[in-house]
Every structure is written in C-alpha cells, then in structure tokens.
C-alpha cells in the first residue's frame, strides 16, 4: 500500500475528521460512460473528502447510478481516471471493493435467512478473521438497531427494518467508505427518518459517504456537501446553504398571476440580472433580498416572500425538477 493510499483509507476509518490535507477518498477525473451511443456520464470531476458526507443529487436519469457502478467496476468507464481509497479502478478494483461498503438499490437480502446470519455471511465474504467476525456482525446490528431482530428471518422483517439490515450488511466489515445508492426511495417518512439517524450516525464514527439521491431534503439534511448532477455531469458543488446562497440568494419572491403578468415580472427580473424559476402556475424571483425598491414597485405588491432552497438553486442551474 502506498503512503498516500494508507493515509486515504485510515483517514477515513479514524473516528477523527479528516484535515484538508487528506487524499480525496474517490476521485474522478474526466470520467465518461457510454451506453452505445448514449452518454450517460459525460466528464464527471468529482473529489469526495475522506471522513465527509457527499450527497450525489439529480433526478432521474442524471447518471447517478452509473457513477456509483462505476466506482465498483460493475461498470468501466470509456474514459476517465477513478481513484477509490487510493486503489485505481477498475485495475485494482477488488481490493477498492474489499475496503468499502455498498448498499444498493435494490433489496437483495436473503429472505431465508435471520437478520444476523445474512451479516454473518458477508462477514465472511468480506473476510472479517474468524476471531473477530462475532464482535463485527453483533456491531453492526447494533448500529443499525436490530440486536433485538437478530433472529428473525428477514421475510418476517419490516421494511424499515430491512432497509437498516442492507445498510449493516454494507458496513460489517468496517469500511472507510460507504456507497448508499438511494438509500431511502420509495420509503414512508417515518422510516426515512430512521434511516437519516442511522446514515447521519456513520459520519459520526468517521466513515466517509457517498450517497446518492434525489431527494432535496435527504441532501440537506445529511450531507456535508453536495454535487448537483444533470445530464451526467456535476453543475454546481458545494455545501448546501452555500449552493442556495451563491445560486438563490436568502429569499425567494412568488408571483401568481395569468400568462403575460408571468412574462412581465420574467422580463423585469432579468433584466435586472436576478435569476427566476417557473414553477406551474408562479415565478419565482430569486435573490428576492437584493431587489431594490424601484424595481419591487415594477413587479408589483403580489409576491408571496419565503427562503430560498436548494431545490430553487437546482431548477435555476438545470430547468429541472428534483423532489
Ligand atoms: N445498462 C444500460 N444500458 C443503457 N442505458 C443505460 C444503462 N444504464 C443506465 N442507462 C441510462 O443512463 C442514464 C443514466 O442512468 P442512471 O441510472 O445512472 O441515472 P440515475 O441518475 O441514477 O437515475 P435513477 O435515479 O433513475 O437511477 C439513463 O438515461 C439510463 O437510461
């Protein structure tokens, strides 16, 4: 292992942050996949800092799966270098992937199976030594609060509960970095919340995520940074409330009205260099706290005022709607 590669991996697995000095632990550098003559990621640069939390947020389609695929080589890319952990990939990918956790998608627990003995089972494809596999599966349920469920087959399990058995499952082996591929679609509120706490407990023990979703609040929520992707590309990178207050400003104007009053108050705002965003029947106009008065006379009194999000900063920079 070379200094660099030692220092990326127990920079990320310390309890402490990593400094800014650390190796990134991913990087991508110009990195393009193509389906046949589609490009589903298209020079994506992107640097995930060891011991951080980075959300990949875009909507459907903006390549986010492949980026993860590719990090585990269930993809290669046309082009492009990818660094995980300081192992390059896919050359020396079985060794990038000894050291992270992934968990899909997709559930694909063994049903057969206890909670505990599908942990068992990736402890050992993960190679955990035997003497040190009963202390590892017994953390990671305990991580993901199922000591109590150990024994029950997962069929009997909720979905909350194995959704948190596939994150354990990911982190039995105590990886530096965790791939979440859109940890809590389709889930209920509740247990989405759940989740969050247990995601949000990761960073806490020093683990670096990288997690991709395409919901706003997850992001907000969770993540230390995060990389707006579209079209398979990263647009806009930074941490959430710094997105929102370079691209949207503090507050956002609302202007409801018929058709041509929409394009006056458009026309008025950008003429005056404020970004705006339609949004059905409404245009937002962002930066709202930068209006002068003259210029709020000409838009007119009807505006309805709230904050500026990230999902504003996402609409203005790709004319598209994430959740
Ligand atoms: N194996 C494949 N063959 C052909 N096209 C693919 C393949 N995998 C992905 N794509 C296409 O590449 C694009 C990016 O897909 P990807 O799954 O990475 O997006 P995403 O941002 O993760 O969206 P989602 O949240 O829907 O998974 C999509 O248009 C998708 O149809």
Redesign the pocket.
Same mark, same amino acid.
């Given at each position: 292992m070379t200094a660099q590669r030692q220092q990326a991996v127990s920079a990320s697995a310390s309890a402490e942050p990593a400094g800014p000095e650390a190796p990134p632990a991913v990087s991508l550098r110009g990195v393009v996949k193509r389906?046949?003559g589609?490009t #589903?990621?298209d020079g994506l640069d992107l640097d995930v800092p060891a011991g951080t939390c980075l959300g990949l947020l875009?909507?459907?389609? #903006?390549?986010? !799966? %492949? %980026?993860?695929?590719l990090l585990t080589a269930q993809?290669i890319a046309d082009e492009g270098e990818i660094t995980v952990l300081g192992f390059a990939v896919p050359r020396e990918s079985k060794r990038a992937r000894a050291a992270m956790g992934v968990v899909p998608?997709q559930d694909n627990l063994d049903e057969e199976l206890t909670a505990r003995e599908n942990l068992e089972v990736f402890a050992h494809l993960y190679r955990v030594p035997r003497r040190a596999r009963r202390e590892a599966v017994d953390d990671a349920l305990a991580l993901a609060h199922l000591t109590g469920r150990r024994l029950t087959k997962v069929d009997d399990l909720s979905g909350g509960m194995r959704r948190r058995l596939l994150i354990a499952r990911g982190l039995v082996h105590r990886p530096a970095l965790v791939l979440l591929?859109?940890p809590t679609?389709g889930l209920d509120p509740q247990v989405r919340a759940e989740l969050w706490g247990l995601i949000d407990g990761l960073r806490s023990r020093g683990t670096t995520v990288l997690m !991709?979703t395409?919901y706003i609040e997850e992001a907000e929520r969770l993540a230390d940074g995060c990389a707006l992707?579209s079209h398979?590309r990263v647009v806009a990178r930074g941490g959430p409330a710094e997105l929102v207050a370079e691209h949207a400003g503090e507050r956002v104007v609302e202007h409801y009205g018929p058709p041509d009053r929409l394009e006056a108050v458009e026309r008025i705002a950008r003429a005056a260099g404020l970004p705006t965003r339609r949004t059905g029947p409404s245009v937002s106009v962002l930066k709202a706290e930068t209006i002068p008065p003259s210029l709020a006379d000409e838009l007119g009194p009807d505006g309805v005022r709230r904050a500026a999000s990230l999902e504003d900063v996402f609409v203005v920079l790709t004319g598209e709607r994430v959740e």
């Open positions: 389906f046949g589609f #589903a990621v875009g909507p459907n389609g #903006a390549g986010k !799966s %492949t %980026t993860m695929k993809a998608q591929d859109e679609v !991709s395409h992707m398979g």
